[in-house]
C-alpha cells in the first residue's frame, strides 16, 4: 500500500486553491470583481478583528500576486502580532505594525469640517432638474481639481496609489482631494493600506459633496475614469498632455456611470466594460440626454443617447489615431436658467465685511481697494414663468421663419443683434425683452461671436435684477463648452478674454474661487497662447494662484469661526486678518487683527501700517518694513507683502528729494513692476493693465455703461494706487 501524504486533506485544499487562482488569472477583467480586486481583497483583510480557533485546520497560503516558478521552497511568511493573539499563534515571529483604531465619527466631523454622508441628505428629494444641476456643477468642480492638479505636477494623476507588492489601495480621487480644497480629509488617509482597511474605513462616510451622486447622496460615485487597455488610465501611469496621441481635446478622461456600476469613492475601481467596445450598458440612463463626461482638455461634454459604441470607444482611446474629432461628438450640457432654480445648497459662510472695526483709513485714494464702485442702478424683476412661457410661445410664432433660415454663423449673429435691438424697445413688456435676450444669447453661441453674446448679457444685467456675477460667468462657461472642439483662431473670442478680467475679480471677491479658475481657463483660449505671450502666462499662473487661495479660504473660514466663538482667541482673529490682507486686499479690515492677536515681525509691521506717518521718510521705512517681510514670505503671503511695500512706496516717491532715499525706493518700484504677480489680485491688476479693462466699477455699472454706450476701458489707478 502506497504511503499517504502527511495531509491529504490539506494537499486537496492547496491543488484547488491554486486552480482557482490559475482560473482567476485568465479571466478577462470586466466591471465585476477582477483579479486585481481578489489579491487586494486577500492582502486587505483585517486581521485584528478575527479571532481563530486554536486547533482549526490551516489554510494554504496565498499565492504571490506575480507568477513564481513552480517548486520552489518558499520561507515562512512572519505573522502580524495580534493583541488577541492566543501563545499558539504568537509563538512564530512577529512584525509590530501601528494600531488602527476606529475612529470616534463625531471627532472626525470636527477635524475635517465635513459632515457624514448621511447628515447631508436632503429632506426632499431632489427634482429632475436639481439633480441634473447638481452633477453638472459636480463635474466642472472635479475638472477644475483635475487641471490644477495637471498645472502643477505636469501631468494627470494615475489611476490609483500602490501600496507593498504592487497592491492597489486608495483611488485617484483622494489623490486630488487637495485641489478640490480637502487637504486636512487627504491628510489622514495612510496611503500604504487598502481602501478598505482603517483608518481608510472610516474616511468614506466624508465622501466630497463633488463625488456624492445626486440620485443617492451616500459613499458610491458615479464619476469614473475610463481605465480598460487603451484608454487614458488604463496603465496607472501618470500622462502628460503630450502623451495624450489623439490630443486631448478629443479624448475623454471621465464619464458619470449607472448607478449599478457606481463604487466607493476611495476605492481603485473605475470605468473597466467586460467588452470595450461595448459601452453603452454601463452609460446614459441618469440624464434623460445622454451621458455626462469630460474631455481630457478640461471641457465637460454631453455623450448623446443616440452615439454608437464604436464613437465612444474612440472618443476614449488616447494613442490609436482613430481620427475621431471632438466636433463629431461634442454637445455642450445645459441645464435650466439659474434665476429659474430654487436654491438646494445650503447658505454660503458668511462675509467677512463684519468680522472687526475698520482700521486707520490711509491717505485718499492710497488704500488697496477690493470692492469697485457700484453704480445705483434701478432694475426690474424678472418676469415669472407663466409670463416668459407666454413670450416664448409669441418669439416663435413671430420670429419661426427666420430663426430656420438662419443656418450659417453669420446668418445667427446677425439674428441675435437683430433680437437685442428688438429687446431693447420693449419698455412695457419686460417678458418679451428677456425671451428675445434668451434667444440672443443661444444664437450668439451658436455663432461662436462673443461680441454679440457681452452686449446680449450686460443688455440682461443692466435691466432685469439678476446676479451680475453668475450672469456673466453662465454665458461664458456656455461659449467656452461650445467651442471647446473648434480652433480659437476661429472664434470670435476677444470679448470673452476682455470680460473675463472682471468676473475673475468678481468671483475673487465673492470667495468662488474654483469658478473663477474656470473662467480663466477659458479666457486663456483666446490669447495668443505663444511662450512668450504675456497675457497667456498670467491667466496661466492665476489659475494656480486661485487654487491657493481657495485652500487658503477653506482655513480662514475656520479661523473666524473659532475667533467669533471666541473672542479672545487673538491667533485665530490674527490669522483671518492675514487671509484678509494678503488674498482678499482688504488691509482695512484685515490688518488691525493682525496687530491686536499676532506676534513676531508681521504683528510689529502692521502696527507700523496702522500708526501710519506724514513724512515722507517715514513712509519709506513703513515700506522697507513690508518689503524685508515679503522677502522672508512665499507665494500668496509674500506677494500681499510686496503689494504693501508698493503702496508706501509710491505715496512716498513724489516727496522725496533727489537723494539716495529716493534712487533706493524707485529702483525698488521698478523691480515690482517687472515682476509676474503672484496673488489673484496682484494678477488681476496685471492682466488688467495688459488688456485694457477697468477693475474699478462693478459687472453691473459695466453693464449700465455699455448699454448706454459709453465706454468700458479704463485704467486701474482707482484700484491699485
Not at 475635517?112 to 441628505?121: F, N, S, T, W
Not at 482597511?197 to 466630497?208: R, T
Not at 498670467?538 to 487658503?552: H, M
Not at 466663538?565 to 492675514?578: E, L, T
Request: net charge negative; glycine share 6%.
Amino acid at each position: 500500500m502506497p504511503a499517504s501524504r502527511p495531509s491529504d486533506s490539506k494537499y486537496v485544499l492547496n491543488v484547488l486553491y491554486k486552480s482557482l487562482l490559475i482560473g482567476l488569472a485568465v479571466t478577462v477583467s470586466g466591471c465585476g470583481e477582477s483579479q486585481q480586486d481578489l489579491f487586494m481583497k486577500h492582502a486587505q483583510r483585517d486581521r485584528g478583528d478575527a479571532t481563530k480557533d486554536a486547533a482549526a485546520a490551516p489554510k494554504p497560503d496565498p499565492a504571490p500576486q506575480d507568477a513564481a516558478p513552480q517548486n520552489v521552497p518558499k520561507a515562512p511568511s512572519p505573522q502580524i502580532a495580534r493583541t488577541d493573539a492566543t501563545p499558539q499563534e504568537s509563538a512564530a515571529p512577529t512584525i509590530e505594525v501601528p494600531d488602527h483604531t476606529v475612529a470616534d465619527p463625531a471627532s472626525l466631523t470636527e477635524e475635517l469640517g465635513i459632515k457624514p454622508i448621511d447628515q447631508r441628505k436632503p429632506e426632499v428629494e431632489l427634482t429632475v432638474a436639481q439633480r441634473r444641476r447638481r452633477s453638472f456643477e459636480n463635474l466642472q468642480k472635479i475638472n477644475d481639481a483635475i487641471m490644477m492638479y495637471v498645472s502643477v505636477k505636469g501631468h494627470y494623476p494615475a489611476r490609483y496609489r500602490t501600496a507593498s507588492a504592487g497592491i492597489p489601495s486608495l483611488s485617484w480621487r483622494v489623490e486630488i482631494l487637495p485641489y478640490l480644497g480637502y487637504k486636512e480629509l487627504y491628510n489622514k488617509f495612510d496611503f500604504s493600506r487598502a481602501w478598505n482597511m482603517q483608518p481608510n474605513k472610516d474616511l468614506l462616510q466624508f465622501i466630497p459633496d463633488e463625488f456624492v451622486s445626486p440620485e443617492r447622496f451616500d459613499v458610491k460615485t458615479n464619476y469614473l475614469v475610463p481605465a480598460s487597455p487603451g484608454f487614458m488610465f488604463g496603465d496607472n501611469r501618470p500622462l502628460a498632455m503630450s502623451q495624450i496621441d489623439d490630443g486631448p481635446e478629443n479624448t475623454i478622461m471621465l464619464v458619470e456611470v449607472n448607478d449599478e456600476h457606481a463604487v466607493n469613492w476611495t476605492e481603485p475601481k473605475d470605468f473597466e466594460p467586460e467588452q470595450s467596445n461595448r459601452m453603452s450598458p454601463y452609460l446614459g440612463k441618469l440624464r434623460v440626454d445622454g451621458t455626462f463626461a469630460l474631455w481630457a482638455s478640461g471641457f465637460p461634454v454631453l455623450l448623446e443617447s443616440g452615439l454608437r459604441d464604436q464613437q465612444l470607444f474612440q472618443a476614449m482611446t488616447y494613442k490609436m489615431s482613430d481620427e475621431l474629432s471632438a466636433r463629431d461628438i461634442h454637445r455642450a450640457i445645459t441645464v435650466e436658467e439659474a434665476e429659474a432654480d430654487p436654491e438646494i445648497d445650503g447658505p454660503m459662510p458668511e462675509q467677512v465685511a463684519d468680522v472687526a472695526e475698520a482700521g486707520t483709513p490711509l491717505p485718499p485714494g492710497m488704500e488697496m481697494t477690493l470692492e469697485p464702485i457700484e453704480e445705483v442702478i434701478v432694475r426690474e424683476p424678472i418676469p415669472s414663468a407663466i409670463e416668459l412661457t407666454s413670450a416664448q410661445d409669441k418669439l416663435r410664432q413671430i420670429f419661426h421663419d427666420k430663426l430656420v433660415e438662419a443656418k450659417t454663423a453669420e446668418d445667427k449673429s446677425r439674428l441675435a443683434s437683430e433680437f437685442i435691438a428688438t429687446a431693447e424697445g420693449l419698455d412695457a413688456d419686460p417678458a418679451g425683452a428677456y425671451v428675445l435676450q434668451r434667444a440672443a444669447l443661444r444664437l450668439a453661441i451658436e455663432s461662436s461671436d462673443s461680441t454679440v453674446l457681452i452686449k446680449a448679457v450686460d443688455q440682461r444685467v443692466a435691466r432685469f435684477e439678476v446676479d451680475s456675477f453668475r450672469e456673466n460667468l453662465k454665458w461664458i462657461q456656455e461659449f467656452g463648452e461650445q467651442t471647446a472642439s473648434r480652433d480659437s483662431s476661429t472664434v470670435k473670442g476677444d470679448e470673452i478674454l476682455r470680460r473675463a478680467i472682471p468676473v475673475i475679480y468678481a468671483g475673487i471677491r465673492e470667495n468662488e474661487f474654483m469658478l473663477a479658475s474656470s473662467v480663466s481657463r477659458i479666457a486663456n483660449r483666446f490669447t495668443g497662447r505663444a511662450s512668450e505671450d504675456k497675457v497667456a502666462r498670467l491667466l496661466t499662473r492665476l489659475r494656480t494662484q486661485l487654487g491657493t487661495a481657495k485652500r487658503e479660504y477653506e482655513k480662514s473660514v475656520e479661523d473666524l469661526h473659532r475667533f467669533r466663538i471666541n473672542p479672545d482667541d487673538r491667533a485665530s482673529g490674527a490669522a483671518f486678518g492675514s487671509f484678509l490682507c494678503f488674498i482678499k486686499g482688504d488691509w482695512q479690515t484685515g490688518l488691525k487683527m493682525i496687530a491686536d492677536g499676532g506676534s513676531g515681525d508681521l504683528a510689529e509691521v502692521a502696527k507700523m501700517d496702522l500708526r501710519g506717518a506724514s513724512r515722507a521718510i517715514d513712509q519709506v521705512a513703513i515700506a522697507d518694513a513690508w518689503w524685508d517681510l515679503s522677502q522672508r514670505g512665499s507665494g500668496i503671503y509674500r506677494q500681499g507683502a510686496e503689494d504693501r511695500a508698493v503702496m508706501w512706496y509710491t505715496l512716498a516717491v513724489e516727496r522725496l528729494p533727489e537723494s539716495l532715499d529716493k534712487i533706493h525706493v524707485q529702483n525698488r518700484l521698478k523691480e515690482a513692476e517687472e515682476t509676474d504677480g503672484r496673488s489673484p489680485i496682484a494678477l488681476c491688476l496685471q492682466l488688467a493693465d495688459e488688456i485694457g479693462v477697468n477693475l474699478g466699477e462693478s459687472l453691473t455699472s459695466i453693464a449700465a455703461q455699455g448699454t448706454r454706450g459709453k465706454s468700458k476701458t479704463g485704467g486701474t489707478e482707482n484700484v491699485r494706487g
